[in-house]
């Protein structure tokens, strides 16, 4: 397999580890807290995670752009000098943002949180959402690590430390949280808030691995730097400016789904409560904001690998004028994405209610599994504005990236209290679909225009994976409507974890039977995967 491939698989092997496991501690995480302990987690993140993502400035994606480019022209020394500038500012910004987001954390929670009679009040939100902030102060300056390691395409650091960032953060939690409200007597509320200091700790893990992989590396980048012929010798200033040019669409690319998360926030109280939906405003927050939405990202997690592994090698073909490489490139990404999200996502439609209730529990079933069967479509659109902006961030086309994600936003903006309005909880679904369509749209019209680029070849294969995804839909639904017979898997929770069992391995063997032995996969992968060849015996 290719460089692109190998490191696509890398990191999308840890980070779908990585939000594999983020998904089952919830099960337990669940129990301990609940609906509203899920909705309050939920509230404190999304601030979070946007005022990480502007903290970085895309900094650290920059970079690894920013290194692959000199390293492909031979310039190390640029390249590491850009390190050191980055992870000094990452430092600064980190703490900047740590002081903004715990002192406005009570403002903050005063929008999204009204009225006091309420199962979750605005002091609660305050308060985990200051314990979270304190991640702030360490994340940006690791997230620079991991970039300078990706501009040199080793995606081993940025995939060992994730993983093991994400076990330290997942013990903390789940020891915390029981300590806290079964040894200590103490509330919810602050089992939740120290769940959210987690971040900081696994953050601390994750610090420890890639130090070992810098110590173990920096003798090798030493002799990259002595044996090159040339350096540009760019000003600082000048650096920093291409930086900034390369850094500015990266962290409002990043800020997608946190922002049209934020917009929930905002406006999903305030309208389920105004349309009389007060009763259930909560486990379909929890189940849009936390639970559900934990789900829903595993299939996008080959989106986030493949950017990261893609965009390097990507530019380097780029920066070289190697059309016929771009090109292929940019194909491979886009197909790898339809092949593994589109059974995906319709796999966790039809299996909605089984997967909500074996993960989280039956109650409200009605509710939160008819909500996570409208939200798991969504996944495909959030996977193909992660690569197709990643693509565009790739060949230069960066602000257009950014323009495609504001006209979604504002859609989103525009009209989510309306849908809420007509339609209940999935109205918020349906504003997130709306709004990641349009970017989705975007993207793809930019990318046809900057570069002439032919979508027919993946549209061919997008019909053959609709073929088989149709195929694996009818076994599944004739195996629901078996098992259904003598297995109560609508009321029983150990029956509907016996029938998502079922469910998901037959819908899925079937699906890369067909794609295997339809030569698709080899297609699109560029060449056998032994993996699955040995499991099929050939």
Request: some cysteine; hydrophobic content about 55%.
């Amino acid at each position: 397999m290719s460089k692109i491939i190998r490191g696509t698989m890398l990191l999308t092997g840890a980070s779908f580890l990585s939000k594999f496991l983020g998904m089952i501690y919830v099960i337990p995480f669940n129990v301990l807290v609940g609906a509203v302990g899920g909705a309050l987690y939920g509230y404190a993140y999304t601030p979070y995670s946007i005022f990480l993502s502007i903290s970085t400035v895309g900094i650290p994606s920059a970079v690894s752009k920013f290194i692959s480019k000199y390293n492909s022209l031979g310039d190390y020394e640029t390249g590491m000098r850009m390190f050191r500038l980055a992870s000094l500012l990452m430092l600064g910004t980190g703490l900047f943002a740590f002081l903004m987001l715990y002192f406005s954390a009570d403002w903050i929670a005063g929008f999204q949180i009204k009225g006091e009679d309420t199962p979750i009040t605005a002091d609660d939100v305050a308060f985990v959402t200051r314990m979270v902030s304190i991640a702030l102060i360490i994340i940006p300056s690791m997230s620079i690590l991991r970039g300078f390691f990706q501009g040199h395409q080793s995606m081993g650091p940025t995939a060992v430390s994730q993983v093991v960032e994400q076990i330290v953060r997942i013990g903390f939690i789940l020891i915390g949280a029981y300590i806290i409200i079964h040894l200590l007597g103490g509330t919810i509320v602050t089992a939740v808030g120290f769940a959210t200091f987690a971040a900081f700790i696994g953050a601390v893990g994750s610090c420890l691995v890639l130090a070992i992989y810098w110590k173990k590396r920096k003798p090798f980048i030493k002799k990259q730097i002595a044996q090159q012929k040339y350096t540009y010798a760019i000003p600082t200033r000048d650096l920093f400016k291409e930086l900034f040019r390369y850094a500015g669409p990266f962290v409002l690319v990043g800020l997608a789904i946190p922002l049209y998360q934020l917009v929930d926030q905002f406006t999903f109280q305030p309208a389920m409560l105004a349309s009389g939906r007060e009763d259930i405003w909560v486990s379909a927050a929890s189940a849009i904001m936390t639970y559900g939405h934990k789900v829903v990202i595993i299939p996008m997690t080959v989106a986030t690998g493949l950017s990261l592994a893609m965009l390097p090698s990507l530019t380097e073909s780029f920066t070289q004028k190697n059309e016929v490489m771009y090109t292929k490139q940019i194909n491979q990404a886009l197909q790898i994405i339809l092949v593994v999200v589109i059974p995906a996502s319709v796999g966790i439609a039809i299996l909605s209610n089984e997967a909500y209730g074996a993960l989280y529990g039956m109650e409200n079933i009605g509710v939160t599994g008819s909500l996570l069967a409208w939200y798991a479509p969504v996944a495909l659109l959030f996977a193909l504005f992660t690569v197709t902006a990643g693509i565009l961030q790739g060949i230069d086309q960066q602000n257009y990236a950014v323009l495609s994600l504001m006209a979604g936003v504002l859609a989103k903006v525009l009209l989510n209290s309306q849908l809420i309005h007509v339609f209940g909880a999935k109205g918020a679904i349906f504003g997130t679909a709306l709004a990641a369509g349009i970017a989705v749209t975007l993207n793809l019209w930019r990318l046809k225009k900057a570069l002439n680029f032919k979508l027919k070849q993946t549209i061919k294969r997008t019909i053959l994976i609709g073929i088989f995804t149709l195929i694996m839909c009818i076994v599944v639904w004739t195996l629901k409507a078996v098992m259904g017979l003598f297995l109560p898997y609508e009321t029983s929770r150990w029956a509907t974890i016996v029938m998502l069992g079922i469910g998901a391995g037959s819908g899925a063997i079937v699906y890369f039977v067909l794609a295997y032995k339809s030569t698709l996969l080899e297609h699109i992968f560029g060449g056998r995967i032994p993996v699955v060849g040995r499991f099929l015996g050939r």
